[in-house]
């Protein structure tokens, strides 16, 4: 049944921020402000009465604009009002920025999974409440499980993707309120297990369009295959597949399954690229010297920069033997 509601303008500093909004990251909000500040707020607010706040109204949804417009120094701001459980919140919370397709997977993923643990919500009922396919909730729930058995949340901030090291989040954050205690250590990482798989499953379904629908799917499978590798190895698997694997990928989905194919594609490159081999070698003094000098510009390990010039030998075979053939005749 659709909650009752009522339409006022209060104080903004009677606004609090509701534990139950999904969105935790305000992202940039300066085009929000300058829209504010040329058009005025379009939408008010929807808000419920604080239940430990006497007199103050929690947003629900339209963090955001809250944030822009206390930067632009508004005291009164149109809201919505509404009876809402915790439950209720959440729900509209969730479906409204879904809506609107302004959260991340992780969020999405976190919100849903808050559903189910914190009040009991079926898959089913999920994907009713929210307007979204059940597939697509059961794919996003298998990957938030993924991430957590990794021991990751996934959190963009300031450009980058932050690791933390425990995965019980909620609990985490509920205890560093309460009680004033360290937060955990946060682990600035470029690129997240989960973020990294989403990524290659996108760049495998441009290229073949027919796996759109199943995309979901292959960003379970190689997330679950990806969760024991160190991120420079996710990007450098994904960069072989996109070079290396997609005529194979088009030819094998005609008659075999999605999920056997993607993981067996994945295993296969695994078990190739990453079987290492050491290397003892003399090289001259001033070639070593220069060598370190162009790594050490492009930030590079000497192992990695003896492993790209490697590579790139053996990508240009042709010149290579040429320089070889030069060298030998001087």
């Known amino acids: 049944m659709e909650s009752e509601f009522l339409v006022k303008t209060v104080d903004i500093d009677d606004l609090i921020e509701c534990v139950y909004n999904v969105r935790r990251e305000l992202g940039d909000i300066t085009p929000l402000i300058n829209s504010i500040r040329e058009v005025g707020l379009l939408q008010p607010l929807i808000v419920r009465p604080s239940k ?25 701001v149109p809201v919505l009002i509404k009876e809402l459980s915790d439950r209720e919140a959440l729900v509209l919370s969730l479906s409204e920025n879904i809506q609107r397709g302004n959260l991340t997977r992780e969020e999405e993923g976190r919100a849903i999974l808050r559903l189910k643990k914190e009040f009991n919500m079926s898959d089913n009922e999920i994907s009713k409440r929210l307007g979204v396919n059940l597939d697509y909730v059961v794919s996003l729930l298998k990957l938030m499980t993924i991430a957590r058995e990794t021991g990751v949340e996934l959190v963009k901030k300031a450009g980058r993707w932050r690791e933390k090291i425990s995965p019980e989040t909620e609990e985490i954050s509920k205890e560093v309120d309460e009680k004033k205690v360290a937060p955990p250590i946060i682990r600035q990482v470029p690129e997240s297990i989960l973020s990294a798989s989403i990524g290659i499953a996108r760049s495998i379904t441009s290229r073949v369009p027919e796996l759109k629908k199943s995309e979901n799917l292959i960003e379970v499978v190689i997330a679950d295959e990806c969760k024991s590798l160190k991120q420079k190895q996710i990007r450098e698997l994904g960069r072989v597949i996109r070079r290396d694997k997609i005529p194979e990928i088009k030819t094998r989905i005609e008659h075999e399954s999605v999920e056997h194919v993607i993981r ?20 001259k003094t001033l070639i070593l010297k220069k060598f370190k000098e162009l790594i050490r510009k492009q930030k590079l390990s000497l192992d990695e920069g003896i492993e790209l010039a490697l590579e790139f030998t053996t990508e240009n075979e042709e010149s290579f033997l040429k320089y070889c053939k030069r060298i030998k005749s001087k």
């Open 264 to 283: 067996d594609i994945v295993r296969d490159v695994k078990k190739h690229l990453f079987e290492r081999s050491s290397l003892k070698v003399e090289v």
């Open 52 to 76: 430990k706040y006497e007199g103050k109204y929690e947003v629900v949804v339209g963090k955001r604009r809250y944030h822009a417009l206390k930067t632009l120094g508004y005291r009164k």
